[in-house]
């Protein structure tokens, strides 16, 4: 059962262009919403994160927009450059007590000079 | 800034033996982690750990997987009999306190096994 359904797989943008990564989620018991970011040998490195209280928050040239109704949310970066070329993957949680991260099959972006 | 320490980096084990992972986790933190991330897949929780015991633990986690925090500062995994399918990269995470704080990760152990 696949928790997080994340898109696209991959992804090619100039620099300068806006890539915008989505996941879709089924179970509204989850109430967690971040963003990890993973370099080539690297482990996952914490991005962004969002509660279903609200619809967007930004820091820097990352930001998470969320639809709670249709239980979608999305990634998008800002300015791309070519040091954010890296794997990406959003993840869930479940309100308190469960603190398992289930995350999605990753997307590859690939910023272009 | 503090960060999750993992050793080894790379660990090269023959199918049948027995391997321990091991993690430091950010000193403050009360919640650890193990996830693990086969080559080009998305990355799998295994257990969490907290005050000494499992909190949870999923379907990967079987018998042939225990935990342990032998002293203040390390968390080790500890796999039994490794089966060539046990070839993945393995993370150590660790937060900070309850409710769904941020979960830091260390750089992997790469665990191969021939």
């Known amino acids: 059962q696949q928790q997080v359904k994340q898109s696209p797989q991959s992804l090619i943008v100039q620099k300068g262009g806006i890539p915008i990564i989505n996941c879709a989620y089924e179970n509204t018991a989850f109430d967690y919403f971040p963003w990890y970011q993973q370099f080539p040998g690297k482990g996952p490195a914490l991005l962004i994160a969002i509660r279903p209280d609200v619809s967007e928050k930004k820091e820097g040239r990352f930001t998470i927009s969320f639809n709670k109704s249709a239980k979608q949310f999305s990634l998008h970066i800002m300015d791309s450059q070519p040091g954010d070329s890296a794997t990406y993957f959003c993840a869930v949680a479940p309100d308190t007590g469960r603190r398992a991260l289930t995350f999605g099959s990753g997307t590859r972006l690939q910023v272009q000079p | 800034e503090p960060e999750v320490t993992q050793t080894p980096s790379h660990q090269v084990t023959q199918m049948g033996q027995e391997v321990i992972l091991r993690c430091v986790p950010i000193s403050n933190h009360l919640y650890f982690y193990w996830y693990r991330q086969i080559l080009g897949q998305k990355v799998e929780f295994l257990v969490s750990?907290?005050?000494?015991?499992?909190?949870?633990k999923s379907e990967i986690f079987d018998d042939q997987f225990s935990v342990e925090r032998p002293d203040g500062s390390n968390f080790t995994l500890k796999i039994r009999s490794t089966k060539l399918e046990d070839s993945a990269m393995y993370f150590c995470?660790?937060?900070?306190?309850?409710?769904?704080?941020?979960?830091?990760f260390g750089d992997g152990t790469r665990l191969s096994i021939l």
């Open positions: 995470a660790s937060s900070e306190g309850m409710g769904n704080q941020p979960q830091h």
């Open positions: 750990f907290y005050n000494n015991e499992i909190s949870e």
